[in-house]
């Protein structure tokens, strides 16, 4: 069964950087893509982009200019920095599995909440 | 591509069968997920592909559909069902969501 834990700041200064670590257990991370989802409070889900077990990365062009994903093998973990953030970053943060084809989010984290607050 | 589900809420009674539509604003053949969350639990996958049910999914969910136009059916409402229910596309990056539907009990 696989797990996602995600871990990091709850609460993070406007103008700095959101980093968060989504560690990966009872499987590799060297299958499938990595998502990164975030929900602020109250609202829909907002897909943040994805990475793969080589560092190929694919990010929500909402957000690309302030995202960076990264992938370690060796610790089963991938990683997200959201820099500049303001309060409309203010949100839960999951980490989720998406499958090869067709393509769906079978496995998730708890999520963490993530607050812009100075 | 932006997902539109209606209604955004809806209020039933146990027993009842519910209908969630769920519209791509292109066609997406059959990339679209349905995903049931809870208050502070993540999303959980229910349908994918469409119509195919997750594992460990009652059947009491169903869903259909291709190209544009979606549906998620659930065919007796049992208490646990109460919960927001979220399409998704994978046709193309980025992923998408739709705005959810709030199904409470009435």
């Known amino acids: 069964q696989v797990q996602l834990q995600e871990s990091g700041p709850g609460l993070v200064k406007p103008s700095e950087t959101l980093s968060l670590t989504c560690t990966v257990s009872?499987?590799?991370?060297?299958?499938?893509?990595w998502s990164w989802i975030r929900q602020p409070p109250e609202r829909g889900l907002e897909w943040v982009g994805k990475i793969y077990y080589s560092g190929s990365t694919n990010y929500n062009p909402s957000l690309k200019s302030r995202v960076i994903m990264s992938v370690d093998t060796s610790k089963n973990q991938f990683s997200l920095n959201l820099s500049s953030v303001t309060a409309a970053d203010t949100a839960v943060y999951y980490c989720?599995?998406?499958?090869?084809?067709?393509?769906?989010?079978?496995?998730w984290g708890q999520g963490t909440l993530v607050t812009v607050s100075s | 591509i932006q997902m539109t589900q209606s209604p955004s809420s809806l209020s039933a009674s146990i027993g009842d069968r519910v209908t969630i539509t769920c519209r791509a604003s292109q066609t997406i053949s059959t990339y679209l997920n349905w995903y049931q969350q809870k208050p502070g639990k993540a999303p959980k996958l229910l349908i994918y592909?469409?119509?195919n049910l997750q594992s460990g999914v009652p059947s009491s969910f169903s869903g259909r559909g291709s190209g544009t136009d979606f549906t998620l059916t659930i065919s007796s409402l049992q208490p646990e069902d109460f919960a927001t229910y979220y399409c998704q596309q994978s046709y193309r990056t980025p992923i998408t969501f739709g705005q959810g539907t709030r199904l409470e009990i009435k």
């Open positions: 989720a599995r998406k499958t090869t084809e067709p393509y769906y989010f079978d496995y």
């Open positions: 592909a469409a119509s």
């Open positions: 009872g499987g590799s991370i060297s299958s499938s893509s």
